[in-house]
C-alpha cells in the first residue's frame, strides 16, 4: 500500500495518463452513472455544481443539500424575486454574484426561478428587478 503511494507520488504523468486512458474506454459508462446520480439526487448535485463552481473562482464558504431545502421550505416554494412557483424547477441564485466577490456560503444563496436567475447574471441586486409576467426589465439609476 504504502510502496504504491509512493509510485504515484513519484509518478504523477503515468497515473494522469492511466486515468484518462481508463475514462476514455469507460465514457459512456461513467456518463451513465453520473447522469443516473444527477436524476436520483438533484439537491445533492446542485449543491456539488455550486461547490465545484466556487473552487474554481476562489469563493469562501460552503452550502449543503440541507441547506438549499431550508431555503425552499423558507421561500415557501417561490422564486425569491417574482415570486412564481418553483416546483417545475428552480436556479441556485449567489444573491451577491460570485463575481462581484459574493460567498458560497448559505446567507448569500437564494432560490430563483431559471427566468430570474438567467436574466440577473452577475447583477447586484439593486441593479436587477424580477421578471414581469414573462417579460424582464431593469431598474433604472
Given at each position: 500500500?504504502?510502496?504504491?503511494?509512493?509510485?504515484?507520488?513519484?509518478?504523477?504523468?503515468?497515473?494522469?495518463?492511466?486515468?484518462?486512458?481508463?475514462?476514455?474506454?469507460?465514457?459512456?459508462?461513467?456518463?451513465?452513472?453520473?447522469?443516473?446520480?444527477r436524476k436520483q439526487?438533484?439537491?445533492?448535485?446542485?449543491?456539488?455544481?455550486?461547490?465545484?463552481?466556487?473552487?474554481?473562482?476562489?469563493?469562501?464558504?460552503?452550502?449543503?443539500?440541507?441547506?438549499?431545502?431550508?431555503?425552499?421550505?423558507?421561500?415557501?416554494?417561490?422564486?425569491?424575486?417574482?415570486?412564481?412557483?418553483?416546483?417545475?424547477?428552480?436556479?441556485?441564485d449567489h444573491y451577491?454574484?460570485?463575481?462581484?466577490?459574493?460567498?458560497?456560503?448559505?446567507?448569500?444563496?437564494?432560490?430563483?426561478?431559471?427566468?430570474?436567475?438567467?436574466?440577473?447574471?452577475?447583477?447586484?441586486?439593486?441593479?436587477?428587478?424580477?421578471?414581469?409576467?414573462?417579460?424582464?426589465?431593469?431598474?433604472?439609476?
Amino acid at each position: 500500500m504504502a510502496r504504491a503511494r509512493e509510485w504515484k507520488r513519484n509518478n504523477p504523468d503515468k497515473v494522469l495518463a492511466s486515468q484518462r486512458r481508463k475514462y476514455a474506454e469507460n465514457n459512456a459508462a461513467i456518463s451513465a452513472r453520473r447522469t443516473n446520480w444527477r436524476k436520483q439526487d438533484p439537491e445533492r448535485a446542485r449543491a456539488q455544481s455550486l461547490k465545484e463552481k466556487s473552487r474554481r473562482r476562489n469563493a469562501l464558504g460552503s452550502h449543503t443539500k440541507e441547506d438549499l431545502a431550508e431555503l425552499y421550505a423558507e421561500q415557501r416554494g417561490t422564486c425569491f424575486y417574482c415570486r412564481r412557483s418553483l416546483k417545475a424547477g428552480y436556479h441556485v441564485d449567489h444573491y451577491i454574484a460570485l463575481a462581484k466577490g459574493g460567498t458560497n456560503d448559505r446567507e448569500n444563496l437564494r432560490l430563483a426561478c431559471p427566468s430570474c436567475n438567467c436574466s440577473k447574471q452577475a447583477k447586484l441586486p439593486q441593479d436587477f428587478a424580477p421578471c414581469q409576467q414573462g417579460a424582464h426589465w431593469r431598474i433604472s439609476p
